[in-house]
């Protein structure tokens, strides 16, 4: 590989890249193919087509599996560790009591939301879902009101902190290829957040609430998932919220110590600055974390070793597909830069002036709305721009601003090809018709949103 030169102009390199993404959709959309398959299968043939010598396209192929994978895997595995011991150890019940006492009966939809915004930093939107669906429903028995009054802003919450905020697996793909600053993603990713859950989650809720207005009696019993179980000792409220933030307190010493140094205000060989920069790194954030919460939300409740250590290893299963999925696409990114089509695409949009963070935007969102998958729209276009972006000489919030661009256009419009639309529909009582015009609106307005906000803090910065 290292004396290999690719011969082939822009534009068949750019047809290969069409023809990759067109063989992508089919695959996933018609044949039904599982989308980690689709993407290690097309990542072979799009480096064979490209032209990258046969004895080198396992090891090409084999790189981008390998450094997605790596920065992905433990912090999701370990995020979804710390969301499980707080989930089990009756945490979440706790913070969305707590948060409707202090905000009041009147704004329960809102503490619902806030209280999920802090339960959607280590949980996955999936589980963070089914965790507080029993919640939503008590909720909405004891106050009464239409359900997607309280339904809609749990909902976006998880949403918006699954989409932008890492440990998730999205953005943390996005930032590997980037190359994003993960202290300065997580800040700007909570600055794009609150708002946007704000509008588009208890705003929008409010307002759909009103057109669709049935309530808790009018759900079939078997919706409910049953009542929230009792759980003996849960923890206290400052204890879950410390847990909470004690990971980004840790990764925000990585960012300092990084400012600071090349601020020139520290050395950078200065031993606590490496101490900073070593336990702010992420993943030995979240490993702290975790070790932290065992006690705490575990062992000091009682429960033995090996409990917790089912608990910890139930978290792992449902987070495997996201996290090979986010792997393949890796993967395939990894080709596209190999092979020289992700240069090709540089220039060609060098050409036509269409700035880097909208291209970004655009093929994310086309991706989203042709096959369904969030996490496949977003490595595969994460993968596709990133040669644009690392060659583009852009500052490190205008990069946290691409990759939140990214992440917007991964997420708009849910529709019937997304597993998290059927999700939200089932769980909340909606048919395909009302799931269309709750939640379908309420993602793309997440998206556009998003973009919006990541676009000024793109043209400031």
């Known amino acids: 590989m290292d004396t290999w030169e690719q011969t082939l102009g822009a534009g068949p390199l750019l047809g290969i890249a069409a023809a990759g993404i067109a063989l992508i959709l089919i695959l996933i959309i018609k044949f039904k193919l599982h989308a980690f398959i689709t993407l290690v299968l097309v990542s072979v043939l799009t480096a064979i087509a490209a032209g990258i010598p046969l004895g080198d396209v396992y090891d090409v192929s084999m790189a981008g599996f390998r450094s997605t994978l790596g920065d992905v895997g433990i912090l999701v595995g370990l995020g979804a560790m710390l969301g499980k011991l707080i989930e089990h150890s009756g945490g979440a019940q706790v913070l969305a009591d707590t948060m409707i006492r202090r905000f009041g009966e009147k704004r329960a939809p809102l503490a619902l939301g806030v209280a999920s915004l802090f339960l959607g930093f280590p949980m996955f939107f999936d589980a963070g879902l089914v965790v507080m669906l029993p919640i939503i429903f008590a909720v909405a028995t004891r106050l009464g009101g239409p359900v997607l009054l309280y339904a809609i802003p749990v909902a976006a919450s998880f949403s918006v902190m699954h989409v932008f905020v890492p ?13 994003t600053n993960l202290g300065l993603l997580i800040i700007v990713g909570l600055l794009v957040a609150v708002p946007t859950f704000y509008v ?14 049935f309530s808790v009696d009018d759900l079939p019993r078997a919706i409910f998932g049953g009542d929230a179980e009792e759980v003996k000792d849960p923890p206290k409220v400052g204890t879950v919220i410390a847990m909470l933030l004690l990971p980004m307190l840790l990764i925000f010493l990585n960012t300092g110590a990084d400012f600071a140094t090349k601020a020139g205000l520290i050395a950078g060989d200065e031993l606590w600055a490496q101490a900073f920069s070593m336990l702010g790194t992420s993943g030995v954030a979240l490993l702290i974390s975790v070790l932290v919460a065992i006690p705490v939300l575990g062992l000091r409740r009682g429960e033995t070793g090996s409990a917790v250590e089912k608990i910890l290893d139930s978290s792992l299963g449902p987070i495997a597909s996201v996290v090979f999925i986010t792997g393949a696409g890796g993967m395939y990114g990894g080709v596209l830069r190999s092979s020289g089509i992700g240069d090709a695409l540089k220039d060609t949009m060098d050409g036509i002036g269409l700035p880097v963070i909208l291209a970004v935007y655009l093929v994310a969102a086309v991706l989203r709305v042709a096959q369904g998958s969030a996490t496949v729209a977003l490595t595969t276009a994460a993968g596709l721009m990133a040669p644009a972006v690392l060659a ?17 256009g991964s997420v708009i419009a ?34 556009v949103m998003a973009f919006a906000i990541a676009a000024v803090i793109f043209l400031l910065f």
């Not at 583009?392 to 990214?406: H, K, L, R």
């Not at 529709?415 to 309420?442: A, E, K, P, Y």
Request: proline share 4%; hydrophobic share 40%; net charge positive.
């Open 392 to 408: 583009g000489g852009f500052s490190d919030m205008q990069i946290v601003a691409i990759t939140i661009a990214c992440a917007a």
């Open 200 to 213: 588009t989650g208890y705003l929008w809720g409010k307002f759909v609430s009103r057109r669709f207005s």
């Open 167 to 179: 440990p998730h697996p999205g953005p943390v793909a996005a930032s590997t290829f980037f190359g």
């Open 414 to 447: 849910s529709h019937v090809n997304d597993s998290g639309f059927w999700l939200v529909g089932r769980l909340f009582g909606m048919n395909v018709s009302t799931t269309l015009r709750t939640w379908t609106i309420q993602q793309t307005l997440e998206s």
